[in-house]
Nanobody, 117 residues
């Protein structure tokens, strides 16, 4: 049973930083790629950042230079370091992973990030 559990969401002021964590229940080596998505109220879920098993990263334009995705294969953890947060970053953030053999995708339950003064 593959489980992804996010944590680290919080209410912060504009300009603050947060680090989100995603804990995988199994060895992350089985995932071809992992990523962070977010969904703001009334909007569709959107891709924020991805990281491949080889470490190649990709970011959506609005977070480039502010967010950093990383993974720790020993601890089976993935992170999203978010700096210079803006009110428009407010959303529920979801962890996502794709199985390298089956291409099945897995989702966490989400963690709320609210950026407000």
């Amino acid at each position: 049973q593959v489980q992804l559990v996010e944590s680290g969401g919080d209410l912060v002021q504009p300009g603050a930083s947060l680090r989100l964590s995603c804990a995988a229940s199994i060895n992350m080596f089985i995932f071809s790629a992992m990523g962070w998505y977010r969904q703001a109220p009334g909007k569709q879920r959107e891709l924020v950042a991805t990281i491949t098993r080889g470490g190649t990263t990709n970011y959506t334009g609005s977070v480039k230079g502010r967010f950093t995705i990383s993974r720790d294969g020993v601890q089976n953890m993935m992170y999203l370091q978010m700096n210079s947060l803006k009110p428009e970053d407010t959303a529920v953030y979801y962890c996502n992973a794709a199985h390298v053999l089956t291409s099945l995708t897995y989702w966490g339950q989400g963690t709320q990030v609210t950026v407000s003064s």
